[in-house]
T-cell receptor, first 116, second 113 residues
Framework: AQTVTQSQPEMSVQEAETVTLSCTYD???????LFWYKQPPSRQMILVIR??????QNATENRFSVNFQKAAKSFSLKISDSQLGDAAMYFCAYRRPETSGSRLTFGEGTQLTVNP | DAGVTQSPTHLIKTRGQQVTLRCSPKSGHDTVSWYQQALGQGPQFIFQ?????ERQRGNFPDRFSGHQFPNYSSELNVNALLLGDSALYLCASSWGQGEIEAFFGQGTRLTVV
């Protein structure tokens, strides 16, 4: 079974600074998808960024980028120029390619605080 | 374009009772998954419905059951509620069995007293 581990229960960053959230996963599959979701107090999960395992290039979405290390099974999220609106719970998630997009395995989450 | 909608938003039930939660998927989506998110934890997959059938199931007891209707909306039923069933229940939808991205609703907060 696949597992996802987020070893940082809480992180904090100053506004406009950069922060990196860590995620490791365990799988025997060679092809899969990885995601970072944001869950603000409104509770709705919002997709931040995704990475296909077959792609060597790290995904980037505006201020959000990932460092995908397939051999190390590591998938960290870097948030640049942090904004107050980035404060939320962040979840790393894994999905096997042959399953539907809505079946995900989540980590335990990292609560990000952004200080003004 | 309506996203994923869930009802009710909050619910309080007594131990031993039964509860039904509802989910309408995003327009154009036909696959619905349900998750249980205990306080301070990550969501745990309960089961997934596609073409009105349960296709995949996580490690949850038979007290948890579901249904999908011809319009793709779905229900999650929990029987014989336990205090430990108190959680946020999230619904996620996607299109078909191969779409990469899932879209989530805002969840139903269930409290069992």
């Amino acid at each position: 079974a696949q597992t996802v581990t987020q070893s940082q229960p809480e992180m904090s960053v100053q506004e406009a600074e950069t922060v990196t959230l860590s995620c490791t996963y365990d799988t025997s599959e060679s092809d899969y998808y990885l995601f970072w979701y944001k869950q603000p107090p409104s509770r709705q999960m919002i997709l931040v960024i995704r990475q296909e395992a077959y792609k060597q290039q790290n995904a980037t979405e505006n201020r959000f980028s990932v460092n995908f290390q397939k051999a190390a099974k590591s998938f960290s999220l870097k948030i640049s120029d942090s904004q107050l609106g980035d404060a939320a719970m962040y979840f790393c998630a894994y999905r096997r390619p042959e399953t539907s997009g809505s079946r995900l395995t989540f980590g335990e989450g990292t609560q990000l605080t952004v200080n003004p | 374009d309506a996203g994923v909608t869930q009802s009710p938003t909050h619910l309080i039930k007594t131990r031993g009772q039964q509860v039904t939660l509802r989910c309408s998927p995003k327009s154009g989506h036909d696959t619905v998954s349900w998750y249980q998110q205990a306080l301070g934890q990550g969501p745990q997959f309960i089961f997934q419905y596609y073409e009105e059938e349960e296709r995949q199931r996580g490690n949850f007891p038979d007290r948890f059951s579901g249904h999908q209707f011809p319009n793709y909306s779905s229900e999650l039923n929990v029987n014989a509620l336990l205090l430990g069933d108190s959680a946020l229940y999230l619904c996620a939808s996607s299109w078909g069995q191969g779409e990469i991205e899932a879209f989530f609703g805002q969840g139903t907060r269930l409290t069992v007293v």
